[in-house]
C-alpha cells in the first residue's frame, strides 16, 4: 500500500473515526486480530498495521474478527456500486448468494470471464479469491441472523449458505474463535434480538424471519419510503410511506417482505416470509441495494454541499439516497409505461397489467413479448417499444443485471427502438445504484435548477453539474426532491425524432 494511503487509513484507525467502518478493515499482526476503524482498543503501532479491503483478506492473513468491536456488524463497503470494475461487479454477485448457488464457474460465466482469471484478479485487487470471499459473506450472514433472530443454529447455517452445520461450527470456530451460540451471546452484547413477526400475522406460507439491516449515517430512509410509496403499483405494493411492503422473486422461491425504518439506529428492520431460508444472503444483498444502504452519505453530502446552490438543499436533506430496484426488467417496463402520462395514471394502467397480465405478479418479460401487443394500450410506438424490450431481454441483448458495465447497460437500452437517453440514464441510475448519472434534459431537474439560480437550459446544466461528480445522481434526487410546486403531467416531447422520446422525468 502506497505511503499516503497508509498515513490516511491510519490516521482513521487512531482517531477511531466510524464514517470509515466497512470501507476497510484494520488488522494487528502481533495480536492476530482485525478491527473496524472505529475501535475503542488501544491503537497498535504503524509497523504492527496492515489494511485490508475485505474481511476475505484478513482470513486469508490468519487473522480472526475483534470481539470487542465486531468488524462484521457494519454496512458494506460503498465501493462495489462507484466502481464499475471486474471486483467489483464481482463483488455484488458475491454478497447475493451466487458462488453458493452456482459455484465459481457459475460466478465466472455471469462475469464473462474464466474462472482463473477472475480468481487472479479478485486475489490481486481484494486480497482474496472468490471462495475465500464467499466463505467471508457467509461468515457476516450468520452472525447477522445470530445477532438478531432466535433461529436455531441449524436454521442459521443453512439460511447463510454453509453446505453442513460441521461446516458451519468450523468456518464460526476458525474465524471468530468461538462457537455459535457463544456468537450469538456475542453479537447481542449492548444490543437484542428483534421481536419475531407476530404470530397470525400474514397469511403468506413459508419461514418468517425478521432482520436488521444497517446503513451509514445520515440516513434518510423516510424520503425512500415516500418515494416508493409514491410509485407503489395498486396490487402490488403498499402505497403506507411508512412502510415498503411487496412480494419479489429470489432465486429458490418468493419473499414477501415488510420494511420499516429503524426508530433507533441508521438502517431499516425487514420483516419478511421466504419459501426457502437459503435465500436469506439474496434477500438482504436486494434489500441493501434497494434501500441504497452501503453509500458513504457522508461523502456524498460533503462533496455536494460544496456547491452553494446545493448547500441549502443537502442541509434540508441530508442522507438522501438513491431508490434501487427489485428487478432490472420490472424497472425499466416501469419506467416505459410511465412515460407521457401522470404517476396516477402509470400506477392505474400497471395496476391492470399486474391484474390482467401477471396474475397478480408484475408481467415477465415472456409475457410482454408475447402478449403485450394486444394487452398494452396506449401510444402504438410506445407499445412497439415496451415489446422491443421485451424481445431483447429475452435473447439476450439486453442485460439488466448488477453485474452488468454501466456503460455496456447504456449502450444496449438505446439501441431498442424508441428508448432514449433519459430511460437508458433512470434505468442504469435504479438498476445498478449508478451514482454518478445526471439527467441534464430532465423537466423537473431543470426546473428546480432554474428555480435555484441554477443555468436553464440542458447543455449549460450538464457542464455546472460536472463539479458534482462522482455524486451526480445523488445531485439528481436532490433537485428532484425540491421541485417547485407539484409534479405535472409527464408529456410527449416536442422533438421531431422519429422514435418515441424519453418522459420528461415528472413522475419524480
Not at 482469471?117 to 459473506?137: D, I, K, Q, S
Not at 418468517?208 to 407503489?232: I, K, S, V
Request: charged share 25%.
Amino acid at each position: 500500500m502506497p505511503d499516503a494511503a497508509f498515513a490516511e487509513r491510519y490516521a482513521a484507525l487512531s482517531a477511531r473515526d466510524a464514517r470509515f467502518d466497512g470501507q476497510f478493515i484494520a488488522g494487528v499482526t502481533t495480536t492476530g486480530i482485525y478491527c473496524r476503524p472505529s475501535c475503542p482498543a488501544v491503537t497498535a503501532k504503524p509497523q504492527n498495521v496492515r489494511f485490508f479491503r475485505t474481511a476475505a483478506a484478513a482470513h486469508e492473513a490468519g487473522l480472526r474478527a475483534c470481539k470487542r468491536c465486531q468488524p462484521d456488524a457494519v454496512p458494506g463497503s460503498p465501493e462495489w456500486n462507484l466502481r464499475d470494475d471486474l471486483a467489483s461487479r464481482a463483488m455484488r454477485l458475491i454478497d447475493d448468494g451466487v458462488v453458493e448457488r452456482d459455484g465459481v464457474e457459475g460466478l465466472a460465466r455471469r462475469l464473462g470471464y474464466s474462472s482463473r482469471h477472475l480468481g487472479r484478479v479478485l486475489r490481486t485487487e481484494l486480497g482474496a479469491g472468490p471462495l475465500a470471499l464467499a466463505r467471508a459473506h457467509r461468515a457476516h450472514t450468520a452472525r447477522t441472523l445470530l445477532a438478531v433472530t432466535e433461529l436455531p443454529i441449524t436454521d442459521v447455517a443453512f439460511a447463510a449458505g454453509f453446505g453442513s452445520l460441521r461446516q458451519f461450527n468450523d468456518t464460526i470456530a476458525e474465524l471468530y474463535r468461538t462457537s455459535p451460540t457463544e456468537l450469538r451471546a456475542l453479537a447481542r452484547r449492548g444490543s437484542r434480538a428483534l421481536a419475531p413477526e407476530p404470530a397470525g400475522v400474514g397469511t403468506t406460507p413459508g419461514t418468517a424471519l425478521t432482520l436488521r439491516l444497517p446503513a451509514r449515517e445520515p440516513f434518510d430512509g423516510t424520503g425512500l419510503l415516500h418515494f416508493f410509496a409514491d410509485h407503489a403499483v395498486p396490487g402490488l405494493e403498499s402505497e403506507d410511506p411508512a412502510e415498503f411492503a411487496r412480494t419479489f422473486a429470489l432465486p429458490r422461491g418468493e419473499a414477501s417482505v415488510r420494511v420499516r425504518v429503524d426508530a433507533d439506529r441508521p438502517g431499516v428492520i425487514v420483516r419478511a416470509r421466504l419459501d426457502d431460508l437459503a435465500d436469506v444472503p439474496a434477500l438482504s444483498a436486494r434489500l441493501r441495494r434497494l434501500f441504497d444502504l452501503d453509500a458513504d452519505a457522508l461523502a456524498v453530502d460533503r462533496a455536494l454541499a460544496a456547491d452553494p446552490v446545493l448547500a441549502p438543499l443537502v442541509s434540508a436533506r441530508p442522507g438522501v439516497r438513491l431508490p434501487g430496484s427489485v428487478d432490472g426488467a420490472e424497472t425499466l417496463f416501469r419506467t416505459l409505461l410511465g412515460q407521457q402520462i401522470s404517476v396516477a395514471a402509470a400506477r392505474t394502467v400497471t395496476g391492470r397489467l399486474v391484474t390482467e397480465l401477471g396474475g397478480g405478479r408484475f408481467p415477465s418479460a415472456l409475457q410482454f413479448a408475447e402478449h403485450g401487443a394486444e394487452a398494452l394500450r396506449g401510444p402504438a410506438r410506445r407499445i412497439a417499444t415496451i415489446v422491443a424490450a421485451a424481445h431483447a431481454i429475452l435473447d439476450g441483448r439486453l442485460r439488466l443485471d448488477p453485474e452488468t458495465r454501466s456503460e455496456e447497460l447504456r449502450a444496449a437500452l438505446l439501441a431498442v427502438p424508441g428508448i432514449g437517453p433519459w430511460t437508458a440514464g433512470y434505468v442504469a441510475m435504479r438498476v445498478l445504484g449508478h451514482p454518478d448519472t445526471f439527467l441534464a434534459e430532465d423537466l423537473i431537474v431543470r426546473q428546480t435548477a432554474a428555480a435555484h439560480s441554477l443555468p436553464g437550459s440542458a447543455a449549460a446544466l450538464a457542464a455546472h453539474a460536472a463539479r458534482w461528480a462522482p455524486w451526480r445522481s445523488y445531485a439528481t434526487m436532490h433537485l428532484w426532491r425540491a421541485r417547485p410546486g407539484p409534479p405535472p403531467p409527464r408529456r410527449a416531447s416536442t422533438s421531431s425524432a422519429p422514435n418515441l422520446r424519453d418522459s420528461d422525468g415528472a413522475d419524480f
